[in-house]
């Protein structure tokens, strides 16, 4: 039974592979981040947001949804632990607040200090400056693998 249980382990992969494989949910998040974080500032603006705006951010918060699948799925060990944590807490934050943002934006109650919250909104913010950075020391320790 050896061939049963050894399908339910995960796979080993070389250092080199793991930071390829943290590199490549990187760039998609790098890649989906100047959306983001127009969709968020567009939730914040003032006056109606546009149905249009609300389906762009639906599609983001899935990206960023499987993402994280993507990262979930990547068997690390040593250092890109700590890489694929940070990796997580971000990409959970810009779908949060994707998400967030768009409860605020498409409210069907009035509410002062929810419109208040909203006005409040302008993009991701340092966050995706953290994002950018992991991204590239990713991108460099790749290079050096």
């Known amino acids: 039974m050896p061939g049963f249980l050894s399908h339910f382990r995960r796979r080993h992969l070389s250092a080199g592979e793991q930071l390829t494989r943290l590199l490549s949910v990187l760039d998609q ?3 989906a981040a100047p959306e983001a974080d127009d969709a968020v500032r567009a939730c914040g603006a003032p006056g109606d947001v546009p149905g249009r705006l609300g389906h762009a951010a639906g599609e983001l918060v899935s990206t960023y949804h499987r993402l994280r699948e993507e990262l979930a799925a990547i068997p690390v060990d040593g250092d890109r632990v700590g890489i694929a944590a940070e990796a997580e807490r971000l990409l959970q934050y810009h779908q949060w607040l994707l998400h967030t943002s768009l409860q605020l934006a498409f409210s069907l109650n009035a509410d002062p ?4 919250m909203r ?7 340092p ?5 950018q950075a992991l991204r590239d020391r990713v991108a460099h320790l790749r290079s050096t693998t």
């Open 113 to 116: 200090r929810k419109e208040a």
């Open 119 to 125: 006005r409040r909104l302008d993009g991701i913010g």
């Open 127 to 131: 966050p995706a400056a953290r994002l």
């Open 29 to 31: 998040a790098a890649a």
